[in-house]
């Protein structure tokens, strides 16, 4: 089992800049990726950006490259989501999620452990 715990959302202005932590902790040492998803009210999960084990191989959503930036911190089992240039359509409940499964995949299904979410909001 692996229990992830997100901080770091909050409310925030337009052209502001949030960063966002996933702490995880149990068996981190069989997870392969982690990612960032988002939801926003009234639409479907979507996928944000995913990060492998290694920390070598990182992968956007088109539409958030350049304002996103996912990383980690194994030795802290920390995931990190700097999040630049916000806009209103950036609010969203961010999950962090981590899945087993070799391979980076951007399908929320694939994922099989997930924090509770952190409310990100960006006021116009």
């Known amino acids: 089992q692996v229990q992830l715990v997100e901080s770091g959302g909050g409310l925030v202005q337009a052209g502001d800049s949030l960063r966002l932590s996933c702490a995880a902790s149990?068996?981190?040492?069989?997870?392969?990726?982690m990612a960032w998803f988002r939801q926003a009210p009234g639409k479907e999960r979507e996928f944000v950006a995913l990060i492998t084990r290694s920390g070598t191989a990182l992968y956007y959503a088109n539409s958030m490259k350049g304002q996103f930036t996912i990383s980690r911190d194994n030795a802290k089992n920390t995931v990190y989501l700097q999040m630049s240039s916000l806009k209103p359509e950036d609010t969203a409940v961010y999950y962090c999620a981590a899945t087993m499964s070799p391979g980076p995949d951007m399908r929320p299904g694939v994922y099989s452990y997930w924090g509770q979410g952190t409310q990100v909001t960006v006021s116009s």
């Open positions: 149990g068996r981190t040492d069989r997870t392969y990726s």
